[in-house]
């Protein structure tokens, strides 16, 4: 056998390897993966202590700097 001959036969046995699966044989979609309530959730809490806080400073340090709501 030539050395030609073997070159083209394992770059054919190669390419085979390699090929992807027949059409009709596609692989599943990977389940979706949850929706992350807990970080959201987290986020949230932090976001509004975080304005309440701050509020609360202002109106410590800084009175009649805020509108008063309710009063009537």
Do not use: T
């Given at each position: 056998?030539?050395?030609?001959?073997?070159?083209?036969?394992?770059?054919?046995?190669?390419?085979?390897?390699?090929?992807?699966?027949?059409?009709g044989t596609r692989r599943p979609q990977p389940p979706p993966r949850p929706f992350p309530i807990g970080w959201v959730l987290t986020i949230a809490l932090l976001v509004g202590a975080l304005v309440g806080v701050s509020l609360a400073l202002v109106s410590i340090f800084l009175p009649g700097a805020l509108p008063s709501v309710g009063a009537g």
């Open positions: 056998m030539n050395p030609e001959r073997m070159v083209s036969d394992a770059l054919r046995a190669q390419a085979a390897r390699g090929r992807a699966a027949p059409a």
